[in-house]
């Protein structure tokens, strides 16, 4: 079992900035992908940016120009840096890991609102 503790959540205007943490309970080279999903009321849980355990990103299209993952292999977390956020960006947003084995793991989830 591994355990994600997630943080950074909370309420911002529309172009304000927020940055989301993950610090999984296993160490970072035993991870192959290091994840962010979002789920909004009413919607399925959608995908919003991954990195490899050598480094590599990927974003979605939704995001891509605006939030950023990152990881920090001192402190064994990844983050997901959102900058310019829009009202549509209100979620609970969910970190995920997957292991060498594909298994998964996910966060408790964090609220990130963006209201006007």
């Known amino acids: 079992q591994v355990d994600l503790v997630e943080s950074g959540g909370g309420l911002v205007q529309p172009g304000g900035s927020l940055r989301l943490s993950c610090t999984p309970s296993?160490?970072?080279?035993?991870?192959?992908?290091m994840r962010w999903y979002r789920q909004a009321p009413g919607q399925e849980r959608e995908f919003v940016a991954s990195?490899?355990?050598?480094?590599?990103?990927d974003h979605s299209d939704s995001v891509k120009g605006r939030f950023a993952i990152s990881r920090d292999n001192s402190k064994n977390t990844f983050f997901l840096q959102m900058n310019s956020l829009k009202l549509e960006d209100t979620a609970v947003y969910y970190c995920?890991?997957?292991?060498?084995?594909?298994?998964?793991?996910w966060g408790q989830g964090t609220q990130v609102s963006v209201v006007s």
């Open positions: 990195i490899t355990n050598v480094g590599i990103s």
């Open positions: 296993i160490n970072f080279f035993r991870l192959s992908y």
């Open positions: 995920n890991v997957e292991n060498h084995l594909g298994e998964e793991y």
